[in-house]
């Protein structure tokens, strides 16, 4: 387009969008329960057209409330269409408020519908020769196209002029409503004419042309190449009123009256205030985020707004002053600022306290860039705090806490009291709603836009340390991190208290954890670099070995690492079948299709093997040595409360969950966990944890005699599945059941058992109908979960915690099956959860007592690893297992088995 063309007047059809919105994307909620996913559907569209045409006029056009004049022309048309559904209802006025907000011309004319407004304005700029651009997915539309209007589909990334609808359609544009009236239209209920489906339509209007013409020429009707020509001549003068009141019903009128004409429709001036507040409500975060982020919006390192009162204190009579305040207040909140990341390393440079909304106070301890106005002595000022800080009746508020009960721990000070953390209150009210940092949930929850770090420190290599921002900058950025934390805490916890459930798992189980998460990682478990070393050494060698080989089975050299060399190894060189294809199309050479042409091509099983030990090695064996921290000699993970959605806990720095224990190198790698001198490693877990709550919730006699009896239930569960006697299953068998047992919980389906077994899917769907025979409370209890979980959204473990399901009531198909098998999953895995969380509470009570020499020092999936003096193994080993096995009540045994050793495999 040259710069003195006509910018595009670009028509949406906002009620196309509506409803194609709702059904192609999950049914969306805020945390109020009020339905979003149309909304964010739509907004997403406009702001896509916004951006593809950043000059032109963007008018919105939805339907109006009530009837139209094609309803006085044919009573049922669009007759047979159900009513729009409530949750759509609910979210029309929301996409309204943000249109206008947004500043875009939004159109409702009554009596007509939004095409013929649209129409109207589509034949008014053409007559004049500006381009017009209409955003639709209607094919209806395509009537209006001509040498100046297009058809855009935003959500298909589709263009359409008059050669595409010809191309598209087999005719011009001008010929699409003839086309209508002969074939009707099912959506809007247009009857056409009976018998007259599409190719016959377009085989009478490409050999007679428009329905006048037809008409005028039905005698030449049977001479034309299609099925049933010879009597089709008589069907279209029996229908002749029908097809020609279809023509009328399926004509876009384009001379409605209308107040807009092209030349006033202009883009306003966004409302910033409007939107902040209706992304804000419909909790659009990262929307909500780019709008405070935009060059209009106030700078991001701000000055203290009046009404809050943020201070920064450098005298000691200021610190006395809110020293009294802290002792005073029923609940405060505090943060630090420090040097680092890492809490094991972390030094404090100052502390935050808050204890009402909008009053907060920094206190700035060892900045040291050039010039740093005077401060207070860090040693004197926590020798006030410590009193306050260790004091167990004090309540305090933070947003991890483990974070900066670690730090503290640096300075020797143990921080008791932990009464709040924000961010275990969001993970507990809703683990899948947000991410669980600050600022997300200041955006959330406030619609607030928090000061980020890279604000006052930069990005990159060049990013300055908290010690090295000037007091102007660091104060407000660390009075707001407590006045936030404060704020956050008065929006969550009323909410939290709401639900029974989660608040007790948040009181109970969280809440409490914090400090025992804090002490196991600052404990650390301990490393032999030696062995870790040799072990890397040899793995490089065995890579070495696979690559030749490798390349011995290709016939050529090639990059074991490129996903585009392996494929023209594997499916053109050596032509091995394409299992499974990339969304790009390119034959995948994924994990599992590897494992599945492993079992009959050689190379698939070299380069898995490859794979496997080259991810040990820069995983495990390479990077542990380089983890371990000079200072105590071991490595310090960090483990993870607020991520996984089930409630289980994650690790990272190093990730202890993921050191595999099948494989003989994976033990390698537990090997070289050891224990000091004079001490023994114990590990004590769960014996099959999830199949006994699964026995527990589903009540099956079959599955409780079975654990009752201490039988091996994956051998129970084969002589019942396969009809055997329990002393003759083979090995075999009990290895099928067992993918039986744990297939099922995890909502397995036959396609999915049969991959793993490789079987058939009717041999595999057999096995799974037999389990469900002889368990028939298992598939009750499913049904049972699915159906709670429709009607209300989310499913809870036995302590309470909830698991919310978003797609549990999706229109797409998979995307419901995916929320039914989390539905099934979830109160296993997260009950086992909340059980292994219990038990930690429980043993670290025990281990504090100080009556034995121990210290836990990791914690694994169901699994918690200690150091135990070696006099003191058995009698741990023992009251270990009894701790466990009562920290949940069941309807059967909770089996813990212990083991010991020099090292965390002999243990195991």
Known sequence: MTNNAPVPIVLVDGSSYLYRAYHALPPLNNSKGEPTGAVKGVISMLRRLCKDYPESPVAVVFDAKGKTFRDELFEQYKAHRPPMPDDLRAQVEPIHAIVRAMGLPLICEPGVEADDVIGTLARQASSKGRPVVISTGD???????????????????????????????????????????????????IPGVPGV????????????????????????????????????????????ERAYLSYMLATIKTDVPLQECPDTLCNGVPDSEALQELYSRLEFRSWLEELLDSPGAAPSVQPVPA????????????????????????????????????????????????????????????????????????????????????????????????????????????????????????????????????????????????????????KGAKQLTFNQIKLEEAGPYAAEDADVTLRLHQTLWPRLQALSGPVS?????????????????????????????????????????LELEAYELAGQQFNLGSPK????????????????????????TAEEVLAELALDYPLPKVLLEHRGLSKLKSTYTDKLPEMINPRTGRIHTSYHQAVAATG???????????????????RRIRQAFIAPPGYRIVAADYSQIELRIMAHLSADEGLLAAFRSGQDVHRATAAEVFGVELEQVSAEQRRKAKAINFGLIYGMSAFGLGRQLHL??????????????????????????????????????????????????????????????TAINAPMQGTAADIIKQAMLTVDQWLQEGTVNARMVMQVHDEL????????????????????????????????????????????
């Open 865 to 908: 690893v200690l150091e135990v003096a070696e006099a003191e193994v058995a009698e741990v080993c023992s009251r270990l297992c009894e701790l466990m096995s009562g920290a949940a009540e069941l309807a059967v045994p909770l089996l813990v088995e212990a083991g010991s050793g020099k090292n965390w495999d002999e243990a195991h």
């Open 760 to 821: 058939g899917r009717n041999e595999a769907q057999q096995y799974i109908d037999r389990y469900f025979e002889r368990y028939p409370g298992v598939q009750q209890y499913m049904d049972r979960t699915r159906a709670a979980a429709r009607e209300q959204g989310y499913v809870e473990t036995l302590f309470g915690r909830r698991l919310y399901l978003p797609e549990i009531n999706a229109r797409n198909k998979m995307r419901a099956q995916a929320a039914e098998r």
């Open 505 to 545: 798992v948040y009181r109970d189980i969280e809440i409490p954890l914090v400090p025992v998460l804090s002490r196991i990682e600052r404990t650390g478990a301990l490393l032999s670099r030696e062995l870790l070393q040799r072990h890397s050494a040899e793995l490089g060698q065995r890579l070495q070995a």
């Open 197 to 240: 489906g599409e190719k016959t339509a377009l085989a009478l209007l490409q050999g007679l042309g428009r329905l006048d013409d037809i008409y005028a020429a039905l005698d030449k009707v049977a001479l034309l190449d299609f099925r049933g020509a010879k009597t089709m001549a008589a069907k279209l003068q029996a229908e002749k």
């Open 139 to 189: 094919k209806d539309m395509a009537q209006l196209v001509d040498p100046n209007v297009t058809l855009v589909n935003t959500m298909t990334g589709t263009c359409m002029d008059e050669a595409g609808v010809l191309q598209k359609f087999g005719i011009p544009p001008a010929l699409i409503i003839d086309l209508l009236a002969l074939m009707g239209d099912k959506i809007d209920n």
């Open 307 to 458: 009404e809050l009162n943020w201070e920064l204190l450098t005298t000691a009579t200021d610190l006395e002053r809110w020293l009294q305040r802290l002792a005073s207040a029923e609940l405060f909140a505090f943060d630090t600022e420090t040097t680092s990341l890492n809490y094991m390393e972390a030094e404090i440079v100052g502390l935050s306290f808050a204890v009402s909304a909008g009053e907060a106070a920094y206190v700035p301890l060892a900045h040291d860039y050039l010039g740093v106005p005077e401060q207070l002595d860090r040693d004197s000022v926590l020798a006030q705090l410590r009193p306050l800080l260790e004091d167990p009746n004090r309540a305090k508020l933070g947003q991890n806490l483990k974070y900066d009960a670690s730090v503290l721990a640096n300075h020797g000070i143990t921080l008791r009291g932990i009464c709040h953390d924000t961010m275990l209150e969001s993970y507990v009210l809703d683990s899948t709603a947000t991410r669980h940092d600050m600022d997300s949930l200041a955006l959330k929850y406030l619609g607030h836009r928090t000061i980020h770090f890279q604000d006052i420190a930069g």
């Open 565 to 588: 060399q392996l494929g023209e190894i594997l499916f053109e060189i050596l032509a091995l079948p394409v299992l499974r294809k990339t969304p790009k199309g390119a034959p995948s």
């Open 648 to 666: 289980r806990l994650s690790s990272a720095d190093p990730n202890l969950q993921n050191i595999p224990i099948r494989t003989e190198e994976g």
